[in-house]
């Protein structure tokens, strides 16, 4: 079984300023990687996909790299909209498993 | 437009069974394998059930497995998750997501289970 691990926790940061949100996995996911955001009382959103492709409508803020067991979550400008939880994923089609990892808080300091 | 929309939550007492249901409008519903993820109060996400889109087959988190049941009824556009014997740690809001290649790419709303006696 696959651990995902979100780092760091927690993240205090401005709006303007970038965020680099990272997950690692226990072992290779190959880019099967998506992460997800969101906000109280909210369902989550998909961001990006296979590690870094952006879902539809989602802003060039927003992008993924990585593969294999690294991978960076990064927002290069925030805006006061992007403050949330964000979840990375790993999901196999068989057999089947479907991991987030922790979360990333990310706070307006 | 993509809604999903669930329903049947509630408070249950341990022990207890509830169906929930999410019902599916804006695509096509037969054409897409479903999930069930829920997420317990201030808690992750975690993944549930699968079921793939004519309903042949399906697949369930160990921490559910032989106590709940995904199903489809695609002529009604509605996926359904049949719990039985739940217990305290089932106590969370549920989700349904369409699934697009293994990505989530539609949420409903979510419904709350709460377990309790």
């Known amino acids: 079984e696959i651990v995902l691990t979100q780092s760091p926790a927690t993240l205090s940061l401005s709006p303007g300023e970038r965020a680099t949100l990272s997950c690692r996995a226990s072992?290779?996911?190959?880019?099967?990687l998506a992460w997800y955001q969101q906000k109280p009382g909210q369902a989550p959103r998909l961001l990006i996909y296979?590690?870094?492709n952006r879902a539809t409508g989602i802003p060039a803020r927003f992008s993924g790299s990585g593969s294999g067991t690294d991978f960076t979550l990064t927002i290069s400008s925030l805006e006061p909209e992007d403050f949330a939880v964000y979840y990375c994923?790993?999901?196999?089609?068989?057999?089947?498993?479907?991991?987030f990892g922790q979360g990333t808080k990310l706070e307006i300091k | 437009e993509v809604q999903l929309v669930e329903s049947g939550g509630g408070l249950v007492q341990p022990g207890g069974s509830l169906r929930l249901s999410c019902a599916a409008s804006?695509?096509?519903?037969?054409?897409?394998?479903m999930h069930w993820v829920r997420q317990a109060p201030g808690k992750g996400l975690v993944w549930v059930s699968r079921?793939?889109?004519?309903?042949?087959?399906?697949s369930y988190a160990d921490s559910v497995k032989g106590r709940f049941t995904i199903s489809r009824d695609n002529a009604k556009n509605t996926l359904y998750l049949q719990m039985n014997s739940l217990r305290g740690e089932d106590t969370a809001v549920y989700y349904c997501?369409?699934?697009?290649?293994?990505?989530?790419?539609?949420w409903g709303q979510g419904t709350l289970v709460t377990v309790s006696s």
């Open positions: 079921i793939k889109n004519d309903g042949s087959s399906t």
């Open positions: 994923q790993y999901r196999s089609n068989w057999p089947p498993e479907y991991t």
């Open positions: 804006g695509f096509t519903f037969s054409s897409y394998w």
């Open positions: 072992q290779s996911v190959s880019s099967y």
């Open positions: 296979d590690a870094s």
């Open positions: 997501a369409r699934d697009l290649y293994g990505d989530y790419v539609d």
